[in-house]
């Protein structure tokens, strides 16, 4: 079946530094991948996806771009702030299967002013 | 636009007993999905169902079981329960079939089986 390998950290940073979470994945075919975050108390809020080779995904300064031949989705940012403290969960989904979204096991990350 | 409400949001059950969760999804969205958060397991597929029809099932026991309405309103329920189903259990509501589609997430109802 498929499966989402991600870094579970906690990964600890100092506001203004760069963040690189990894994710690769395994699935049949080509999947579509997507990262969600979960911040405290609350559900899961779609942050970015990308549905075929290539694309890249951006939101909220986040990035990721699908790599096909590396089969990964790393999630990247230029500077974080306090505010993105938060688990941050890869995802993949290749459709027609019993597996809905198959999640990695979530990234908690933590930003020190 | 209200988003995906999950009631309750607590619940603490005994063991043997059998409890039943409800979704109610986005306006106008027709797939609903479940999802059981753990620490262990950590976020795991339960089921999906699009107007009214179950359309995909994770690898879980008969002892899950789930429904869909006309309405688009989901209940899933838990038989037996046991200690290991304590977790948080998610459900996301989509326009169409998940995957093809932005999934919304609810904020959860947490269940704590003694």
């Known amino acids: 079946g498929n499966s989402v390998t991600q870094m579970e950290g906690p990964v600890t940073l100092s506001e203004e530094a760069f963040l690189t979470i990894n994710c690769t994945y395994t699935?049949?075919?080509?999947?579509?991948l997507f990262w969600y975050v979960q911040y405290p108390g609350e559900g899961l809020q779609l942050l970015l996806k990308?549905?075929?080779?290539?694309d890249k995904g951006s939101n909220k300064g986040f990035e990721a771009t699908y790599r096909k031949e590396t089969t990964s989705f790393h999630l990247e940012k230029g500077s974080v702030q306090v505010s993105d403290s938060a688990v941050y969960f890869c995802a993949s989904y290749s459709g027609g299967g019993a597996d809905g979204l198959t999640f990695g096991k979530g990234t908690h990350l933590i930003i020190q002013p | 636009k209200a988003g995906v409400t999950q009631t309750p949001r607590y619940l603490i059950k005994t063991r043997g007993q059998q409890v039943t969760l409800s979704c109610s999804p986005i306006s106008g969205h027709r797939s609903v999905s479940w999802y059981q958060q753990t620490p262990g397991q950590g976020l795991q597929f339960l089921f999906e169902y699009f107007s009214e029809t179950q359309r995909n099932k994770g690898n879980f026991p008969g002892r899950f079981s789930g429904r869909q309405f006309s309405n688009s309103r989901s209940e899933m329920n838990v038989s037996t329960l046991e200690l290991g189903d304590s977790a948080l259990y998610l459900c996301a509501s989509s326009l169409r079939l998940a995957g093809t589609d932005t999934q919304y997430f609810g904020p959860g109802t947490r269940l704590t089986v003694l």
């Open positions: 699935a049949t075919g080509y999947p579509s």
């Open positions: 990308a549905t075929k080779a290539d």
